[in-house]
């Protein structure tokens, strides 16, 4: 299995803050990875998809990027509303794996 | 628009089976893939396999081998996740989601919570 790993596990930071979240592959996945976001009591959320792919919807400041075994997720200033976890995933191959998340908390 | 309802929250006593529904619309069905996801309170996102409505093929988790099964109605647009021999480890939020053609999950049910006890 494809393994994912997250970096940080959680994190502090205020409104309007730049926020970078890291997510290694175990092996490389080309660009099959995406970001999703998930608050409390709700289901996850699809932010970014094949790495660099805004989904439909989502705010412009959420923005990916990586290949091969490294990607990034960046809020480039953050809202009261983004306050949530964040976790990537592989869809390399099966069984698609997921981070262990980054919690996303106001400083 | 695309939506995913599923059915509601379950009480089960260990040993026993519980059978969760997603009954999808807004979009042709047979189409894409339906993935189960589950989520332990407190914890990460854990694959638990995917169905192929077309088809009725599967692919599972080797964690769950044997333990579930995931089925699908075209007629209603619904799919369907067993799983069998429950323990207190089962205790946990069940999702299904839409797969696409990249692998990833556009849109998501609301989650069943099943609560294993005795």
């Known amino acids: 299995d494809i393994q994912m790993t997250q970096a940080p596990s959680s994190l502090s930071a205020s409104v309007g803050d730049r926020v970078t979240i890291t997510c290694r592959a175990s092996q490389s996945i080309s660009n099959y990875l995406s970001w999703y976001q998930q608050k409390p009591g709700k289901a996850p959320k699809l932010l970014i998809y094949a790495a660099s792919s805004l989904q439909s919807g989502v705010p412009s400041r959420f923005s990916g990027s990586g290949s091969g075994t490294d990607f990034t997720l960046t809020i480039s200033s953050l809202q009261p509303e983004d306050f949530a976890t964040y976790y990537c995933q592989q869809s390399y191959n099966t069984p698609r794996t997921f981070g262990l998340g980054t919690k996303v908390e106001i400083k | 628009q695309v939506q995913l309802v599923q059915s509601g929250t379950e009480v089960k006593k260990p040993g026993a089976s519980v059978k969760v529904s997603c009954k999808a619309s807004g979009y042709t069905f047979t189409g894409s893939y339906i993935h189960w996801v589950r989520q332990a309170p407190g914890q990460g996102l854990e694959w638990m396999g995917r169905?192929?409505?077309?088809?009725?093929?599967?692919s599972y988790a080797q964690k769950f081998q044997g333990r579930v099964t995931m089925t699908s109605d075209t007629s209603i647009s619904t799919a369907y996740m067993e799983l069998s021999r429950l323990n207190s480890d089962d205790t946990v939020v069940y999702y299904c989601?839409?797969?696409?053609?990249?692998?990833?999950?556009?849109?998501w049910g609301q989650g069943t919570l099943v609560t294993v006890s005795s």
């Open positions: 989601a839409r797969g696409t053609d990249l692998g990833h999950f556009d849109y």
């Open positions: 169905i192929n409505p077309n088809s009725g093929g599967t």
